[in-house]
DNA sequence: TGATCGAATGTTTACGTAAACATAGAGAAG
DNA sequence: CTTCTCTATGTTTACGTAAACATTCGATCA
């Protein structure tokens, strides 16, 4: 910097000032710096400029990782989000589901250059009011609403309200439900909202089935529900349960949507051609991830905490795996 | 950190020493130093840390996004190999395959607070050789050998054959090729080497057909195969789009593997789960993003980057959907 | 016993930037 | 014409840390 300000001729001050865009440097001065920068191929020194200002342009951002389809769109959305604002992303996934390992990567985050932290809590923790340390604007995603950070999700009652009420639309007795893990926000929302439709439907409430989000739980469900009669409508708590449904029922000689309507949740890319094409709900990660870093700027820049939470409207889509029951016989 | 060291009776300097694990400190000193640390809530500035030293112990990463099955892992395996490492990683996604797009993905991280960068170049760029500016660690994954930073990658090659060779040994007359877009170095890769294993073997080499890395594209693929007599042996280039080729043969009324085998390649989550479970190959992320890490603490405490490249043997895994062709009629 | 060494700790300084304050000069207002 | 104001720019300082150098004091050795 000095350098540029000695070939520039003008003070360090002044490079600074051009550097940071103030308004108040003349034009013929500002481009003589800026030249004196080209041709000296300088760069900022971001831990000095964060030493004096305090911020770094940069969001942490700690996960359970990028194996779920559903983290890994909200970790790409959210990059693409702060990306635009300005803001890189710093990422951390910690392995287990515990408060302690939720405290390790925070601090390691704070310790490294961040102006606020995203959580993802995809899962519920073993402590069930997490507690971190104040001073660090703090959003989360896809978890609890009891905490009182802000926090955004897709609206998974509505989503899940959707596709239960499509299926009681389409003249089915009751919807039974492959459900996402007992940890998980996500699936609970789902669930809870699932059962709260048919009673409010006056339907039968049948039995959950739980699964772990895999195909291969979807299919073992499936199996089991393959083997009780009356069940014409399956809602599963995501896509790929939802295949792993499909084909146990194919196995076992039921048609979709003829016989058994299924259903899923998330729009997988994949989804629309399955044979047939799946129903299911879509949620819209980029909006959530907008929110999300609005949020935050505005703690950064802003001030305190808004103890809110922003849902998102997912969308239902309707396609070919879900029609009216078979006639009773 | 003056705080600190006022409450403990030491020198801001021994505060220093304590918080860096330097040995020449009086234990108990030390003790009452960490002490005043915890009941003063200290948390060193890595601002003034690497302002100092110079490192952030901070990876740069850039790739282009999230949304495929491969980059996903890579990325999820490279966060948590540097964690292990004690760096964390600024990740960046750039939504085109441009030259400039990379460099000001580039410039940004410099900019913040990274000791190199890593750069996962699943898609070709507009220009064939990329010049990165010289001064920050630099190693690529999934990229062209031509370039002058170490690079690291699944042995696309060797999985190539071993899934072609599988199917030449089950006595297949030759395979046929469903190929990832042109774009892409891993599915270039993988087709020249289907392509030399088919010559090697003296087998005629049928027309590759392109697909996107999609089920969807893999589907059309398969439909065009499908329409073909004599194709007993499919190589898909990844296992969405073996999904897609399985669905167009089964509609086309061929049985799998009885009438076609098909493999693909990734080994997804999903893979095993499907009807008939899949024959494909496993890629080793974990240990590329091992290797990949490794590399970049190489250079960022070493020195000068060795131009090596390194291969990950890949590993094939033999399921149901492939078996010996049909008898000749 | 005195010289020498080494471990523990303290003091000073530099890192590169932007904020705060200072200055000069031009124009406006009286 | 003087004074005030505003703009462009320069000068000084602080940010929090670790490196470099300095000091103290007890132990070791001839």
Redesign the pocket.
């Known amino acids: 910097?000095?350098d540029v300000a000695a070939l520039a001729?003008?003070?360090?001050?002044?490079?600074?000032?051009v550097?940071?865009n103030r308004?108040?440097?003349?034009e013929?001065?500002?481009q003589r710096v800026l030249s004196a920068m080209r041709m000296l191929g300088?760069?900022?020194?971001t831990?000095?400029?964060a030493?004096?200002?305090g911020q770094f342009r940069a969001l942490g951002l700690i996960s359970f990782g990028l194996s779920s389809f559903g983290n890994a769109r909200t970790v790409d959305a959210v990059t693409r989000a702060a990306q635009r604002a300005g803001y890189t992303v710093n990422m951390i996934a910690i392995e287990s589901q515990t408060e302690l390992a939720v405290h390790k990567a925070f601090d390691q985050l704070t310790m490294q250059a961040v102006d606020g932290i995203v959580l993802i809590e995809a899962q519920i923790l073993d402590t069930p009011a997490l507690r971190l340390p104040p001073g660090v604007p703090v959003v989360m995603a896809d978890g609890d609403v009891s905490h009182r950070h802000p926090m955004v999700d897709t609206d998974q009652t509505l989503g899940a309200r959707l596709v239960t009420r499509h299926l009681l639309d389409l003249g089915h007795e009751t919807v039974w439900h492959v459900a996402g893990p007992e940890d998980s926000y996500a699936a609970k929302r789902r669930t809870e909202s699932w059962h709260a439709t048919l009673k409010e439907a006056g339907a039968a409430v049948p039995g959950v089935v739980f699964g772990d989000w895999s195909a291969a739980s979807g299919y073992e469900a499936g199996r089991v529900l393959a083997r009780r009669s009356g069940v014409t409508a399956v809602f599963a708590a995501n896509d790929q349960m939802a295949l792993g449904v499909m084909r146990a029922m194919v196995e076992a000689g039921r048609r979709i949507p003829d016989d058994v309507s299924i259903a899923g949740f998330d729009d997988l890319d994949e989804s629309a051609y399955l044979s047939p094409p799946l129903t299911t709900v879509r949620q819209n990660f980029d909006v959530v991830a907008e929110r999300i870093v609005s949020l935050m700027i505005d703690q950064i820049e802003g001030g305190p905490a808004p103890s809110t939470t922003a849902y998102v409207t997912p969308e239902l889509i309707v396609r070919q795996s879900t029609a009216a029951p078979p006639p009773r016989p």
């Open positions: 910097m000095a001729g003008v003070s360090s001050q002044t490079v600074s000032r550097v940071n308004s108040n440097v003349e013929e001065t500002r300088y760069r900022p020194n831990a000095a400029r030493l004096v200002t």
